[in-house]
């Protein structure tokens, strides 16, 4: 439970809003107090007491300030004066005044509730920003080992949860203990006595809920684990529907989907088994209470030791009490289930973010010289064996590196450590003889564009894709004259502008509406609005066709080598590092240098003929595989 504490505080930052609800809690709870107080003196009106028969409304108000304290205020005589006088016109006004209370309570009751709900929505809606935000900035390692469907079931579902928890204890908690708490004093005015026989067994009612709540909050957790898994499944089968239906997988993924959704429900059960029994066992002891009180009443009343109508009361004031706390029963279990996952919510909030956030870390100053690995290593969570073993490359800046091996061999993964998506395990990665770990990360990928080999496209318009590297850098929103030259270097405008609406063509869920080709030429747009000093490609052009590719690698080159568009970096030389993963001979020609891997080493770079002369791996990957580079389709 210390979690969903954790989290319940932070609904005080809207403290005013939660005092406001708790003082129209108390005002709807005292209206039904002085409701039940109210009753008694129209009894004695009826039924009349074993001092005299029935009393006037003057009578029962003079007897109301001989019974106040000397400090209370009182009834003055002038209003007592002018109240009726008859017994039946002490009942109407009375039967009056509870109608005016009811009403007022009930008002109190709604301003209650809204306010209550304001306040959770609210503090559910900064929680689920505060995980969203949290995950965006956790090292990609860290996420690629809890998985990306298990990170929105939290954020998603478990919020959710949460949210109920909190609904339970601020709105309906509130408003059951205040009317109950209300109910129990009524009934300790009329006779504590017997009111308090009402709270002998509380602590025995408190043992069974918290008992029955621990097993709930453990089913709970298991079962938002399993409903996670369930997200994973159907997100997995519905986003790969194509490769499912092709194979004949409809079966494969229905059963694997049943047999999670099974667990979830044997969990789900665990639940209802101990909801169910917790209200049946509270009637119980409930009755038991009832049946004790009602012995030890009439035995008083037999003695002549109380009066009927009081008894009366005091069972109607508990009767109205056990009724306001009973649902506290469910209440508490559905907080016990908002436990389990503010567990979960807290495990991912709790995770360090990513290294290099720290603003008071130095920027990275524009590159000059090289990017060099200096005997990096690195491992993933859970493999075998490293992806890199003591690789170490030095790239002049201003070259164009082109790295070639088989699947697997750790070309991408030695890509990714220059913009810190991973870190080394050992070793560093230095920009300028520096360790990238003492800039500001997002200082260091400013200079960095980055084609990635699955190609990410986000659902809004052209337009929006290609802009979305300026919002990295703080430009929100990037002039269109800068947006069509990218796509025009990238080849990309051509297409674009042939779709209905031109640059305001939406595009669907993961780049639907455009070909593998088109999405890659629109990533490839998008590196280049960055205007980085390093760019990165890992088979950015594995989806279009030769042609295609020949313009794209003559715009990669126009844009890499400035000196082609008449411009010049420093001493002349060009200004930007282009970085290839390659899968095709002709990307391997444009390089100056070749660098060949093999199982997270590097094991040979030159040139391509120095390369086929000597490296016996290049030549059996120039033959069977770089010769053979698919051509993707348009």
Known sequence: MTHFWTFARR??????????????????????????????????????????GARTLPALAAELNAKLPSWSPRVPQGVIDALPSKPFDAVLWIMV?????????????????????????????????????RVVHLPLRTVLRTGPSDIVSRIVYDSAALGAGFNALLSRAVAQVT?????????????????????????????????????????????????????HAAGEALGGLRVVKVHAGERLEAGRFHRMNKRVVEQEFKVRTARALASPLIETLAMFILGA???????????????????????????????SLKPLTGLINDIQQASAAAGRLHELVAQPTEPGHDRRLPRLPPVRECVEFERVTLTYTGAATPALREVSLRIPHGSTYAFVGPNG??????????????DPDSGRVCIDGRDVREFN???????????????????????????YAASGLGDAAAADAKIREAARLARAEEFILAKPGGYDFAIGEQGAGLSGGQRQRIAIARAILRDPAILILDEATSMVDAESEARIA?????????????????????????????????????????????EGRIIDRGTH???????????????NQLMKGGVGGE
């Open 409 to 422: 061999c750790g070309k991408t993964t030695l890509l990714s450590l220059i913009p810190r998506l991973f």
């Open 609 to 623: 003929g120095e390369l086929l002369a000597r490296c016996d791996l290049y030549r059996s990957l120039v033959s």
């Open 11 to 52: 609904m005080l930052r809207y403290r005013w809003l939660v005092a406001a609800a708790m003082v129209f809690a108390a005002l709807s709870a005292g209206g039904l107090g002085a409701g039940l107080l109210g009753i008694k003196p129209v009894l004695d009106n009826i039924l009349g007491t074993r001092e005299g």
């Open 97 to 133: 005044g509870l109608g005016v209370l009811t009403v007022l309570g009930a008002a109190c009751n709604f301003l209650h509730a809204y306010l209550s709900l304001t306040v959770i929505s609210r503090t559910i809606a900064n929680v689920r920003r505060e995980a969203f935000h």
């Open 293 to 323: 009180l009602a012995l030890v009443a009439i035995k008083a009343i037999l003695d002549g030791h109380l009066e009927p109508n009081r008894f009366i009361l005091v069972l109607g004031a508990l009767g109205l009490a056990a009724a």
């Open 441 to 467: 990360i997002r200082s260091l990928r400013r200079r960095i564009g980055v084609v990635t080999q699955d190609t990410v496209l986000f659902r809004g318009t052209i337009r929006d894709n290609i802009a």
């Open 179 to 231: 009317k109950g708490f209300a109910a129990m004093c009524a009934a300790f005015w009329f006779d504590w006595r017997l009111a308090s026989i009402a709270l002998i067994v509380a602590p025995l009612l408190a043992t069974v809920i918290r008992k029955l709540g621990k097993r709930i909050r453990r089913a709970s957790r298991s079962a938002l684990e399993g409903q996670a898994g369930l997200y």
């Open 554 to 598: 003559e715009a990669v080159a126009e844009f890499v080598s400035p000196k082609s568009r008449g411009e010049a970096g420093r001493e002349g030389g060009p200004v930007r590092t282009c970085l290839i993963v390659a899968h095709r001979l002709s990307t391997v020609l444009a390089a100056d240098q070749i660098v060949v891997m093999h």
